[in-house]
């Protein structure tokens, strides 16, 4: 019923506009393009690496607005990857449609979800701290043969992504969903998404039906930005909901779960202060097991004057790195990441960063199982990069 109610909601909004005269679409291209280099360390045999990374990314963007005031348009994101042999490693990010007007806005497609996108935390600069990239060069699954560290996935986030994770709920990814968010009204915006099945996007429709690792995913939040006597404030809270599947063939159930996050930023000239908390619930747990401790917090502050930005940023969290299923996942009773990060403007678009992070883990491998391993780890990136915007 719920799917039935959301799809005709949207559907009956955007067919109101139908009768909308044509007008003139405006396409643009942007994007990005940065290189980085990496000095890193952690627990692993071989001492310190050296590697450098490149991520770019195209936007193709088309906008139109009709006699009638309708906003329409589509995004296309294009992002290199890691290649194979069959492929240049080259496809498509995200991609969606939108329309909307002084009534809100629909985004239909593979986009981030609402508590991606609305979820305030610690402000960042350089290469984003504790939410950034550095995680690129630390997350490592060790080969088998590689001893008590197997597969534990050294430097991975709790619940998350390796660079991303646990200063947001866990979300929906760029999964195929249907999502909306109102007007702002006295600094005040709420916001909905929903993806029949999570893990899945672009013309996936069979392949991973009942075999994804949720179904119903609901993400909902809200948010708030507004200036006083000088201050800037933005404060948030956001929340996701998902119906547990098998995770894989080989797999037992995943647990339904609920998830929130709470988080407030304050601005004053040049400065800017804030932090936030998740409690990511029994995401990514079997049934029949016990979910343990999943939360996290994070704390961050940041200083601008005109082309210099300087920032630090700490994180602590607890909760699986990998699930648990038949007692071979990861789980994290401590994770720490500190650092400090900085950015120069050298000219219009063209960005010089850096971050200086340290990681500590205390790991627990197979926590469900009869036995568990217990693994400390610590490490920290040196992180260089150049960006240009286009």
Request: charged letters at 15%; a negative charge; proline letters at 4%.
């Amino acid at each position: 019923m719920r799917k039935f109610l959301l799809a005709t909601t949207a559907m009956a909004a955007i067919a109101g506009f139908t009768s909308a005269a044509n007008a003139q679409l405006t396409v643009t291209l942007g994007g990005y393009t940065e290189f980085f280099a990496a000095i890193y360390d952690n627990n692993l045999p071989g001492g310190t690496e050296r590697e450098f990374e490149l991520e770019t990314e195209i936007v193709i963007k088309a906008d139109g607005k009709a006699d009638n005031g309708l906003l329409y348009g589509a995004k296309v994101e294009l992002q290199n990857s890691v290649p194979t042999l069959s492929s240049t490693g080259v496809g498509t990010d995200e991609a969606s449609i939108y329309v909307g007007g002084n009534w809100g806005r629909f985004d239909l497609g593979d986009e981030d979800g609402v508590a991606d996108r609305m979820a305030i935390y610690a402000p960042l600069v350089g290469v984003e701290g504790i939410d950034g990239d550095y995680g690129d060069f630390v997350n490592v699954t060790v080969p088998a043969g590689s001893g008590t560290r197997t597969g534990l996935n050294l430097g991975r986030q709790p619940w998350g992504a390796p660079s991303t994770g646990a200063v947001k709920a866990p979300d929906g990814g760029d999964a195929t969903k249907i999502g909306y968010v109102t007007p702002r009204f006295a600094g005040i915006q709420l916001g909905f998404s929903y993806a029949p099945e999570n893990a899945s996007e672009a013309q996936d429709v069979v392949s991973l039906k009942n075999s994804a690792s949720y179904s119903d995913f609901l993400e909902f939040g809200i948010n708030y930005t507004g200036e006083f006597s000088g201050f800037t404030i933005a404060a948030s809270a956001t929340g996701t909901n998902g119906n547990g599947r098998n995770a894989s063939v080989t797999a037992p159930a995943l647990k339904d779960f609920t998830a929130w996050q709470v988080g407030a930023r304050v601005g004053y000239g040049d400065f800017k202060l804030g932090g936030g908390y998740v409690d990511a619930g029994n995401f990514n747990v079997p049934v029949g097991t016990d979910s343990g401790d999943q939360h996290a917090w994070n704390v961050g502050a940041t200083y601008t004057a005109g082309p210099i930005a300087f920032g630090v940023s700490y994180l602590d969290a607890e909760g699986y790195k990998a699930a648990a299923a038949f007692g071979t996942g990861t789980y994290a009773d401590s994770y720490r990441a500190y650092g400090l990060s900085g950015a120069y403007t050298v000219a219009p678009g063209f960005i010089l960063q850096s971050d200086l992070m340290v990681l500590n883990e205390e790991l627990k491998r197979n926590p469900v199982a009869a036995t568990s391993t217990k693994v400390d780890n610590d490490g920290y990136v040196w992180l260089v990069s150049t960006r240009l915007n286009f």
